[in-house]
């Protein structure tokens, strides 16, 4: 990130001889002159560096002197070292800015302005080393202007690939659905906002793929958007111009600021302001907004024309990865899109926008793609070459090289031939770019994702060891590695869906080990999962599910119960008769269907168009005053009873062979007098919270393992993990949460690879 130039300039500040040269170790400097100068250029040297550049460890030592007369910047590929090291896209610097938007400079208004300090990087890199011919900037030839820049040590442009201008670089066009060219540079970018203005939606070319845009003021326009791609209810992103108007969106507090204007400048989920200029089917019922800033001169210079914040949608349709060439993009989104700006540097692999939020003081991810992919997960102690493969939803795949495990940008669901298709992409980008040759492939235990029969049916070089890891225990894997504990810990993992090692779905899991094993120590008492999948679209089912657990056919039949009132009555005999026989009703401990079934009963949803709709739902109704909880008592196999909060010290419950169990019948049916006193969903909703709090901390204490991790999809939900992680704190457990990866399943390729390499490790 422009070291090698900061040490020149810094070199010649006190006129010292020698070179610098960067490889795969690192950088080294030799430097020789007057001893106080050479002290002070010591001294400089870390303070000074560049903005985007980390130093690990700095070691000095004293040579003879050499006599050098000259300082000279030495290239690595002389050197026959080849750096491994991708680096991810960063946000405009405000240098570049500067520059775009100074009548005075011939970078005025150029939407592909970039320095060494910012600009695209992993989105144009084709081959490695990182030299312009190995990006998609190789077709364009630098003018007598640009070269000077990039040839010039002292210049901010020295050796910035993908360096251009007005009058050598990239330039943009506005077409048509059909295609056809409307306007070009300047103009195409005036038209565009023209169009935004008019209540068009417009495909914009990015960085790593290209974005819908269309005014988020406008109800009308955006419950176009959300018929035509379609999306129904799943909030879309918003970007704001600057981060004043972002203050009109959301509450900004300092360390989300942080995040925004950082080089990474991922969408920030924030809490929504109650007169933000955005309409309310941006974000239907939810009170956080997705918001970011421009991050490249193209996002600044559109945004400035404009005076309203815009929606910036992946250009995608549902379930589909990000278009990135302007012609799948007429081809896939011209049935969505009014018209398309477009731009002729190629994206080499498409790259969505992040998503991060602050929980605890810190900035977390919620989806790892732009500005961190593919930077690497740094872990203790060095790994053999694994290829993790991820899991179904949200994928991810990871590549452990040494003691640093890259993890590629988020893919997406594989639920759709174009995902898989870019999951198969990926992967072969990963092995091509870092040349590895997999000692093992890990994969998730579910034999049916595609995932996992990719892993069993490719074909590769050397035949590679298979280790199915199963999902939980990648969960907790993965938070282990990235706050660099080796030793064991408690993992409740809670999230949807994970294939459990007796062939049933779990998901409310209490999981104690490292990466090498695991003990299932608790789990929620299991349920039926009526109509399988169809469970996971109609919360309705898992709600008469558990209610059928407990008192039968006769529920099926409560006209005063919001999910029986949901279905027909033939619908509900299909349904006494599949939960009876177990047809097509597999058993599941999901935590996240639990909250599902919750909402139901409260009504808030008897089915859903995305993921964790539900939860949310009930996460967003909560409370935040109410105290009281709803029993949720933890008990052995054979129902010897602990109620909650009991003295662990007094009556310890045994860890036998069989796992714990958080018996759910009393909060369901607590819920149910609640719901029959008339008690409010947001109460309801908050003691529901509560219960779970307690049930976590009930069971940490029983297992009394001093280190607890909180992983797995539910920990999307703010108020349960902070609540959560209060409480841990406060009894004396050790937190430890995501942040460099996510809770959700794309971060289950990070903790993949550790599982595979303990075993691997085991054998010799
Ligand atoms: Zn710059
Ligand atoms: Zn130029
Ligand atoms: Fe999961």
Known sequence: MGFRPFVYRLAADYALMGWVLNDTRGVFIEVEGDRSDLARFLERLPRERPPL????SLDSTWLNPVGYQRFEIRHSDEQGAKTVLMLP????????????????????????TNCTNCGPRFTIIQALPYDRPGTTMRRFVMCRDCQAEYENPLDRRFHAQPNACPACGPNLALWSVS?????????????????????????????????????????????????????????????????????????????????????????????????APAADNVAPGNPTLGVMLPYTPLHHLLLRELDFPVVATSGNLTDEPICIHEEEAIQRLGHIADFFLIHDRPIARHVDDSVAWVVRGEPRLLRRARGYAPLPVLVPRSLPTILAVGGHLKNTVALSIDRQVFISQHIGDLETVEA?????????????????????????????????RWAKEGDFESPARLFPVQHHHAHLAACLAENGVEGSALGVTWDGTGYGTDGTVWGGEFLQGDAADFIRVAHLRPFRLAGGDAA???????????????????????????????????????????????????????????????AALVDLHQQVTFEGQAAMALEFAVDPGVQETYPFPLVTTNQEQHMLNARVEDQPLSLGPSPLILDWQPLVEAVLEDLQRGVKPAIIAARFHNALVDAILCVAQAVGEQRVALTGGCFQNRLLTERTAQRLDEAGFQVLLHSQVPPNDGGISLGQVLVAAAQLERET
Not at 53 to 56: D, G, L, R, T, W
Not at 431 to 442: F, H, K, Q, S, V
């Open 179 to 275: 295609g056809e060219i409307l306007a070009e540079g300047d103009a195409a970018l005036r038209r565009a906002a023209d169009a935004l203005r008019s209540a068009q939606i417009v495909a914009v070319k990015g960085l790593g793929g290209f974005h819908l845009m269309l005014d988020a003021r406008d109800a009308a326009a955006l419950a176009r958007l959300r018929e035509r791609k379609p999306r129904r209810d799943k909030p879309f992103a918003l970007m704001a111009r600057d981060l004043d108007q972002a203050r009109t969106l959301c509450q900004v507090p300092p360390q989300a600021e942080a995040l925004l204007v950082s080089p990474k400048s991922p969408i920030v989920l924030l809490p929504r302001l109650p007169d």
């Open 536 to 598: 996971i679209k109609e919360p309705r089912r898992v709600a008469l599910a558990l209610l059928w657990e407990i008192y039968g056919d006769a529920v099926l039949d409560r006209e005063d119960l919001a999910p029986a009132r949901a279905f027909r009555p033939s619908e509900r005999r299909l349904l006494s008769q599949m939960l009876a026989r177990g047809l097509n009703a597999p058993m599941t401990t999901s935590a996240g269907r639990l909250f599902d079934a919750v």
């Open 89 to 112: 896209d960063v946000a405009t610097c405000t240098d570049c800015l500067t520059e775009a938007l100074d009548p005075m400079d011939r970078r005025h208004g150029y939407p592909f």
């Open 420 to 452: 898989m298709a870019a999951f198969e992409r990926v992967v072969s980008d990963f092995l091509r770019l870092y040349e590895a040759r997999p000692a093992a492939i890990a994969h998730d235990m579910h034999p049916d994702y595609l995932s996992t």
């Open 53 to 56: 550049a980390i130093i690990h």
